[in-house]
């Protein structure tokens, strides 16, 4: 078995909230929560709008909201992710790809964005070598983001974000109204970083996508874990996934719908 890289153990996160006048009342973002991904790897996560997978994310990279207490450890490669071992490893060994493009700059070239962070000396060099990766022109460097098309900014996010170094990917919601095409080209990637020995914790709405390119899919729900089951479940009228949520979830998605109950739909 692979060795793991990012361990979470008994993961709790709760926002404190002022109600009228002294009274305050804690919310549960993140209950009792336990996963491990390993090296070459993809995990997927999936849930419900507010199931807490964000959250988890943010819990990982330490950038969860102000008002928001966390408990529990998380262990990258064997040692506790301190404030101290974040500063030394995001960006680095840990890459972190945001669901929206509008992180990129919009008033800075698209290659003068990758090179950020990039060793000085070999940053136009290596730049280029991460356009060649990701199928990007070079010509493209020196262009602004709105000159790009939404599949092109996609790639400049992974040339952004994924350093040679990096050992684990987060990726929360990387697919966000792309078509097909764009969608599978995202995944590729992922499964070609998977191959090269990378961790990839992947978040994401569409169970469809989780089970085509993850090794397991974590199911959440309420802020906790309900499950982790092998993708290869996720097939027929999900008989072999072994926790009813699951199942159910499975059956739900409209292509699967009509055997439930056996009763058809049109
Ligand atoms: N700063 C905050 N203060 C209070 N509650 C918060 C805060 N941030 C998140 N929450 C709550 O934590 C829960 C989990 O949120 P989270 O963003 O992790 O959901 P998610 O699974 O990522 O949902 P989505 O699929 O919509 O992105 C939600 O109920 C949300 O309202
Ligand atoms: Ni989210």
């Not at 890289?5 to 996160?13: A, C, Q, R, W």
């Not at 993809?42 to 507010?50: D, K, N, P, Q």
């Not at 090179?115 to 262009?143: M, N, V």
């Not at 309900?226 to 292509?255: C, K, N, S, Y």
């Amino acid at each position: 078995m692979n060795t793991p890289i990012l361990t979470v153990s008994e993961l709790d996160v709760s926002f404190t909230q002022y109600a009228s006048g002294l009274r305050t009342r804690t919310l549960t973002g993140i209950a009792g929560l336990n996963i491990e991904v390993r090296e070459g790897e993809i995990l997927a996560v999936i849930g419900a709008s507010g199931s807490g997978k964000t959250l988890l994310a943010q819990a990982i990279l330490g950038i969860l909201p102000r008002n928001a207490d966390v408990t529990g450890e998380i262990r990258f490669r064997g040692e506790r992710l301190t404030a101290a071992r974040r500063r030394r490893t995001l960006g680095r060994e840990i890459s972190y790809i945001p669901q929206s493009v509008t992180n990129l700059d919009p008033l800075m070239p698209v290659g003068e964005q990758v090179r950020i962070g990039l060793d000085p000396k070999t940053a136009h060099q290596e730049q280029s070598r991460l356009f060649a990766r990701y199928g990007l022109a070079s010509e493209a460097a020196r262009l602004y983001p709105f000159e790009l098309s939404g599949g092109m900014l996609r790639r400049v996010l992974f040339a952004t974000s994924v350093r040679d170094t990096v050992r684990l990917i987060i990726a929360d919601e990387p697919t966000p109204g792309l078509h097909a095409e764009a969608v599978e080209e995202v995944l590729r990637h992922l499964r070609e970083l998977a191959a090269d020995g990378v961790a990839v914790l992947l978040i994401t709405h569409d169970i469809v996508s989780a089970v085509s390119v993850a090794e397991r899919v974590a199911v959440m729900n309420g802020g906790r874990l309900i499950t982790v089951e092998p993708a290869a479940a996720f097939t027929g009228d999900g008989d072999g996934l072994g926790h009813p949520f699951a199942r159910d979830l499975w059956r739900a998605l409209p292509q699967n719908r009509f055997s439930i109950g056996g009763v058809e739909w049109h």
